[in-house]
């Protein structure tokens, strides 16, 4: 070993680098941050060769006076915390003074800067071991312009991991796309290899705000969001919801921001999975860009180098602000809620190719609470809307006004025993009868669940099963949470069931597949832990069972009762599955397919 030696200041640095700098869109972020934190509505971005070569950050801050410039290059010198208390309230997104000594020490770093009303102002420059900093004089309207060259020119080991022009060029955008969704106040270009990339102008309006968003995320996106706009406590989210038919086979369009900064958080995508988990396609990733603004001492900022991480002081009740604003804003969406209709002519549902066949089961995630479900129906409700769709409900009337059409309109005629067709007063609605009858269904076996159990109903003639004997052992161990779901089961022998009672709502399905389901989905799903999330899964198997089966011949009355029921329930724009249960054809888009001018 060696004796021990202070590290020379550009070396420290360079580690330092380490940790925030990894490739050319950690130097835009840091840059950009530091121009948001200088107050500028107008920033611009130049990139060459992918940031390889040159990245350039200029802005219309309030600059930094000559005095403070030398200072502004050196590590831990900050305009932006000075005591430990500032640190436990920061509002800018910098506060660690360390970002522009680690990009001086890997690149050739040039900041020019004006922090008066003239055009004259000043550029520095660090050089040599110690980075002393070169000041000289350099015309510049107020502001700042950070002009980076050569990155990693003096760390090869660094270069090395840079991947093609092309991808850090992506990240770079990336990084712009975050910073424009954060800040829509400020006007923000991109441009590489001279070429322009990106012109946002700063918005005012939500219509502006709803443009770039557009812009940055696709018009898709937009089209099939929902805003929300919740507050509670001190805490405040907004922004907007994709809807859970607008799923992704990747969380790539799911941006959450903490005051202004964009942030990873556990607690964060757990609450949002949560929220969507009972209304998206199993596998799949919902889509969202939220805001959550709450007073900076509710949150720890100083938790990781390159910021992405944040601490909650009090993690439980931002966790269920979320869930609850996101879960009842999900369950509001039915047919007719504003935005909430999915259409042929938007962007294809899923359009990332979903799998053809459900999964059996969803619902792998963390239970839900239903805390703020409706109120329950009563149990004489839930006997009133048994299984079949009868004559119980009122059927279309001859002609009626235009406003007093529902949402989801009147029956027409039923396809392939598979779709109904409906008029309503835009154009055309199909409607995946099984898909929304097992939705109405499961819902309906829920809220009766949590108000008094799922009413039960003895089987004339008791039903004998045959299962293996673990399939016994495990139904009579649990015999108390399936009475709970309505099924009252005895276990008769080693290897013998006997099921007594079913589930009203149930009645007609198959008993015997019924239980067999239910038992295979209880030994996957290890109830011990989740109770309500396997409660869900079973009765959303359940609800499987007892929804009308395709090829089943429904009358105009059924099928009428049936979309009635659809606008009355939550969810009920997905089935089970987080498929659609239903579109519309407006007259217009009909018209289109006829390129006929209306
Ligand atoms: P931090 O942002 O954590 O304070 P930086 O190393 O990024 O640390 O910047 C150091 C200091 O330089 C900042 O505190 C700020 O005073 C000044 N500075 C950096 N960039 C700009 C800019 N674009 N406009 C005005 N001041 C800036
Ligand atoms: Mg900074």
Request: charge should be neutral; hydrophobic fraction near 40%.
């Given at each position: ?31 950009l941050?530091?121009s948001l934190?200088?107050?500028a509505d107008r920033i611009e971005v ?11 950050v200029?802005d ?116 712009l796309k975050?910073q424009a969704l954060s800040r829509f106040d400020v006007a923000l270009q991109l ?6 990339i990106h012109s946002l102008n700063s918005c ?8 770039r968003?557009?812009?940055l ?382």
């Amino acid at each position: 070993m060696s004796r021990i030696q202070l590290l020379n200041t550009r070396l420290a640095n360079q580690i330092a680098a380490g940790e925030v700098v990894e490739r050319p869109a950690s130097v835009i972020k840091e840059l950009l941050e530091n121009s948001l934190d200088a107050g500028a509505d107008r920033i611009e971005v130049d990139v060459e060769s992918g940031g390889l070569s040159l990245l350039r950050v200029r802005d219309n801050g309030v600059g930094i006076a000559e005095d403070d410039l030398p200072l502004a290059l050196a590590r831990h010198a900050t305009s932006k915390i000075h005591e430990l208390e500032d640190l436990e309230r920061v509002a800018t997104l910098g506060f660690r003074g360390e970002a522009l000594a680690s990009i001086a020490s890997v690149s050739r770093l040039a900041l020019t800067t004006n922090a008066g009303d003239g055009a004259s102002g000043w550029q520095a420059r660090s050089a040599g071991r110690d980075m002393a900093v070169e000041l000289g004089p350099a015309a510049h309207p107020r502001g700042t312009t950070v002009e980076v060259r050569d990155l990693f020119f003096n760390t090869p080991a660094r270069r090395k991991f840079l991947r093609t022009e092309k991808t850090e060029f992506g990240h770079i955008e990336e990084v712009l796309k975050r910073q424009a969704l954060s800040r829509f106040d400020v006007a923000l270009q991109l441009r590489h290899n001279g070429r322009s990339i990106h012109s946002l102008n700063s918005c005012t309006t939500d219509m502006e705000r709803q443009r770039r968003v557009a812009l940055l995320c696709g018009p898709a996106f937009v089209e099939q969001a929902i805003p929300i706009e919740a507050a509670r406590g001190g805490l405040r989210l907004w922004g907007w919801v994709g809807l859970p038919t607008f799923s992704r086979s990747q969380a790539d369009l799911q941006y959450f921001f903490v005051n202004g900064r964009v942030i990873r958080d556990r607690l964060v995508s757990h609450a949002v999975r949560q929220a969507y988990q009972d209304v998206l396609y199993g596998g799949r990733h919902p889509a969202f860009v939220l805001y959550l603004d709450l007073d900076p001492a509710g949150v720890d900022v100083n938790v990781h180098p390159t910021k992405h991480e944040v601490r909650f002081r009090d993690g439980r009740s931002v966790h269920d602000f979320l869930f609850s604003s996101l879960h009842r804003l999900l369950a509001e969406q039915r047919p007719g809620a504003p935005r909430a209709a999915p259409t042929l002519a938007g962007a294809p549902l899923m359009a990332d190719a979903a799998p053809e066949a459900a999964p059996p089961l969803q619902g792998r995630m963390p239970l839900a609470r239903w805390q703020s479900a409706p109120p329950s129906p009563s149990r004489g409700q839930v006997l009133e809307q048994m299984n079949t769709y009868g004559a119980l409900h009122p059927s279309a009337p001859e002609a009626g006004e235009a406003q007093d059409v529902p949402p989801l309109g009147y029956a027409l005629a039923q396809l392939k025993g598979v779709y109904i067709l409906a008029e309503n007063a835009d154009g055309l609605i199909l409607v995946d009868m099984h898909a929304a009858h097992e939705r109405i269904t499961y819902e309906r076996l829920k809220q009766a669940r949590d108000a008094q159990g799922v009413p039960r109903q003895p089987l004339l003639v008791p039903r004998s099963l045959a299962v293996s004997q673990r399939e016994a052992e495990l139904a009579e161990r649990e015999a108390a949470f399936l009475a709970e779901l309505g099924l009252e089961v005895a276990r008769a022998g080693p290897e013998t069931l006997l099921v007594r009672e079913v589930p009203v709502l149930l009645r007609e399905s198959d008993v015997e597949q019924l239980l067999r389901d239910v038992l295979a989905d209880l030994l996957s799903e290890g109830r011990s832990t989740r109770v309500q999330e396997s409660a869900n899964a079973v009765l959303s198997t359940m609800a499987c069972h007892g929804a009308v089966r395709a090829n089943r011949r429904l009358s105009l009355a059924e099928m009428n009762a049936l979309l009635r029921d659809m606008e009355a329930t939550e969810r009920s724009g997905q089935c089970n599955h987080g498929r659609p249960t239903w579109t519309r054809l407006s007259l217009a888009e009909l018209d289109g397919l006829f390129l006929r001018g209306r």
